[in-house]
């Protein structure tokens, strides 16, 4: 039964709440079409309803539609809700609308029997002539329960604070919360009307147990559970294949399309293959590896039914992202004392000491996959509710993504934000809080209807209307859940300029038509620059500048050449095309830094191969790779440390490059104070005078072959 108020304090609202109601007719169309809807409406200025007739004092009632199927018609009807000016009480067209319902059903039937309220809840009630206002709800709400009568109540309070409620109001909000007390009812507030459309639901699911059994603890140990979805994502309905080829009139034609599958021999397309001779393949590398339909059935896993518990780990320990699918929640089985006492002392336990539990799942007997998951307890706040476990699934290592990403504390100082711009970000994030303190929380999930759902249904209602019926635009109601709410925008224009004025995005231009991997300014004693070798850039190490990603990537680069080995390194960093392209790059770079100084003459290669050492060390950092760093600038400080290479090693210590510590990047085995000693604890070896007449090997080697 739909109950609707129309009185003079709900003329603001009878549009959304027309449509509202409009809504739940197709989707009931839809999704549960014989169901039975009456509609009563109340506030009127004139009366028109059997319990008046029969025993007077209930005015301002008008039935609208009695109890029947829905069908287009209703939904056509409340289109267009008419404005009364009556008064609305509300106690009134309850009983009015739980008279109806047992004249229909009858008295003490089974059957979803439910009251929809839609009121602005401002009206007074009328006082009884007996007893107090509270007794007469008390009465009401016994008598319903008695009968199975469920009541839904929308508060329509679009645009109004909730802290300024008027007296009367405040005076029926405590009647109404009375009715929660003494009957099944639940009661929804609607500050917008994108809420009052996820309050209204179309359609009551009836709880379907996932898995009823044991919760095994121990071999010796287990408590009886009952096991229901808690979220399950709603889809899209199946579209049916349809066929036109029957007449229009014909309206015994079922329309309906069947599909045959034939399969045919890729020697000779004319020659059937019967199911005897197809089997399955699986792709292994270039080849296929045949199996039976009985191989495969013997390979299946068939683990046993059963959810068992692995352990106990510290809930900070499971991130919040490491969940899957839908959500389940354990209760213990109705009416076993024992597994309600047992459920609630380990669920009280786990709350106390912060615990999730982890366990293992096979939902029914024959299922082919193991599910692991952990249980977060929640304690009942309510006497009538047991304590229980909210069920999430966790990953397994092949389900895992891992990308990694330093962090803003690990980066150069130039790269971190900076005081204002933190302040900037943390004032857009408060301006624009769906939950601030003096309101309540916007876009509440439990009162957002999905914008695709209702778009379809809508679509549907007009095709069944006009075949010739184009996609409607998306409603007004529902623009808001899928886009900014343009108004919250305005309000906080000067947050999002301060944020856009605080972090301006700086293009990178090409210049000369040479493409700039790094920009930034130079900084004497920071930047080193490569003179023999103009394809390179400047490499700064505390302020490398930006990098141009798009360019670092349209490059492919397989392997480091010695023509430009940073460039070389940095694109292939830069590579998303496979995983192994980062450890290709450091090893690559690594040789390239070996066979620079092997090459060495006089130095000549000491400042590109310094470049390098830079390059790969600032690599690593992004990449959180240190301990291949740490490693190879060990070796490196080992083989510095010899007469040949001390000249390059002096330029390392001069340049600071040291080992990475726990502070730039977290994998690191380095603390601060080991990477800080690193450079000043090396006692290099004295060089030796080389006699004066001894000839160099290069030399005579060069001047061998001229002569």
Known sequence: MLLLDVGPSMHPYLADVSKCMTTLIHRKLMLSKNDEVGVVYFGTTETDNELNKEMEGYHNIVVVEPIAVVSQDLAHR??????????????????????????????????????CLVTDAASPVREPSEGTVEDQV????????????????????VGQNFLINSTGQHQNDVLLD??????????????????????????????TTLYRGDFELTPDLRIKVWVYKKTSQEKLPTLKKYSNEAPASDSHATREVKIDTEYKSSDNPDVSVPPEQRTKAYKYGKNFIPISSSME?????????????????????????????????????PGHQKSIVAVSALAR???????????????????????????????????????????????????????RFTSFSSMPESLQPSCEQQEAAYNLVR???????????????????????????YFLHLRSLNPEAKVPPLDESLRCIVEPDLLRLDENQYAINQFSQQLTLTPNIQEN??????????RDGNVLQIKDEPAFMDVDMKNPGSVSFNSLASRKVEEIGSANPVADFEALMARRDSPEWVGKAIQGMKKMIYDLLDSAYNGNTYEKALACLISLRLGCVIQEEPLEFNFFLRDLKTKGSTIRLQDFWQQVMGKKITLISKDEAPDSNVGAAEAASFLTSEKLIAKKEEPADEIDEMEALLGGAMS
């Open 78 to 115: 409340l289109e267009n809700i008419p404005c009364g000016f009556g008064s609305s009480d509300f106690l009134d067209v309850i009983v009015v609308g739980c008279d109806m319902l047992m004249k229909k059903l009858g008295e003490n039937k089974k059957g979803n029997k439910r009251l």
């Open 138 to 157: 008390r009465n009401i709400a016994e008598r319903m329960g008695e009968q199975g009568i469920k009541l839904d109540v929308v508060v329509v309070r």
């Open 178 to 207: 009375l009715f929660k007390l003494h009957t099944q009812a639940e009661i929804g507030i609607a500050r917008t009307a994108t809420s009052m459309l996820g309050i209204i639901r179309p359609r009551a699911v009836s709880p």
């Open 297 to 333: 059935d013997s390979l299946k896993f068939k683990p046993e039914k059963g959810v068992k518990l692995k352990g106990f780990v510290k809930r900070s320990d499971i991130p919040r992202h490491y969940f899957l699918k839908e959500s389940s929640i354990f209760l213990p089985e």
């Open 349 to 403: 336990a786990m709350k106390e000491h912060d615990y999730a539990a982890v366990v293992r799942c096979v939902w029914r007997q024959g299922q082919t996959n193991v599910v692991m998951g952990i249980l977060l307890p929640f304690v009942s706040a309510q006497e009538n509710v047991a304590d229980g476990f909210y069920f999430n699934v966790i990953p397994f290592l092949d389900d895992m993504r891992e990308f």
């Open 431 to 457: 301006m624009l809080d769906l939950s601030p303190s003096e309101d309540e929380e916007l876009l509440q999930p439990e009162q957002t209807i999905n914008p695709v759902l209702q778009r379809f249904y």
């Open 513 to 522: 038509g040479k493409k700039s991997f790094w920009k930034g300014e130079r």
